[in-house]
């Protein structure tokens, strides 16, 4: 049974955490994300949604086979191809990202690719291209960079092109996530 | 039957009247009758002639140097099946009117995108020029001009000389030929109105194809880049 104030923690099982984490910070999920309607909490635990703190600061390859929520920082590539990935309000990603749905509340420098959607609420901010059949951005949302809706095979999750002439990161080629989730590999 | 009855059934019958005739004004898309906060609808001509100009090329590059609206981006992205690029220079000239000198703006505009010289098909530059001194408007210009391919297109909004002061104005795009223009708040402070000669001279290498004199008092101009249009004089 949830109760208010207890910590929301994905099941440990099948987890492989390897790579660079910051000294000093406690562990990827350590810092989960307490949300106040009971149902939301409940959903959140059955879906296996995972939460990266706001202290957590991760350099490297981020790989997942479950829905993802991102209040820290990360520097590289973040790839969930079947799942939903949420930057939070905190979260700060420089980096590649491919996932089914990418939530932007917070900061992503670098490009995203999703398969189904990308969504920037009011308070994200994207530098980078995106490659999505479906875009939404809210008002007071920040974007800098191209919106790719083209209708082509691009739609499953394929790193975009490399925006040549913007000198922005270029995408990483993809590879599929194995079992257990997330993986971080040091970069 | 008492007279608050009489009155309650006067009130109702006339308030009905009222949303009869609401809904006969708006148009075809807008679903709930425009509240003052929602900003004016104005049917956009040179918007039709924009999309029907694109609409024949298979996947045409966009730039749209307006704010960023979330349902533009969408609009253009499914009609145009489009590459969409959002810089927002309004963001830039509100930064550059806080902290920069604004004699640096026109070089800074020189260089501003990374795009390559004839990449872009179409370029979206609403109202921008009601905010630009005339040497940034004059890089800009020149930029623009570059980086546009051969028969690319460019719909420009421009006011005039009436409508002085400060704040921005967000184009909202209902549809093909609607626009909603909703104003926010903003450091930008309008500059003196140009003249149309004004703004052909500085768009040389362009041609205007169509300009629409609004009943706003704006003028919409498309320009097309090569042989597709015709100078007006």
Redesign the interface.
Known sequence: MWRRGEVVRPPDSGREVTGAVAPGTPGVASVPRVHAPEIEAKRTMDKDVVNIGKSVVIKGELSGSEDLVIEGTVDGKVELSEHVLTVGSHGKLKAEVFAKIVIVLGEVVGNITASEKVD?RDSGSVDGDIVSP??????G???????????KPAAAVVPAPAP????KLAPLPGSTPGPGSPRITAG | MSSGDTVRRWRGLLSRLGSVRQTEAAPPDASSPPTPDDGTIVTSKGLQKFLAHLGTRPAPVLLDLGPVVGSNVTFFGEHLNCKFFVEDLFADLERNARDGPPEEFPAFLSKRFAMDAGTVDGVLLWDLYDYLDRPSAQALATTLVRLLRPDGALLGCFGNANRAGSGCTRFIVLDESHVRQRARASVLMRQASLQNRDIIKMFDGLCVSDAFLLQTGRREMLFRKGGGGRPIT
């Open positions: 920037i479906r875009v939404a951005i809210a008002e949302a920040h974007l800098r960079g191209s919106v790719d809706m083209q209708k040549k002439a913007e000198g």
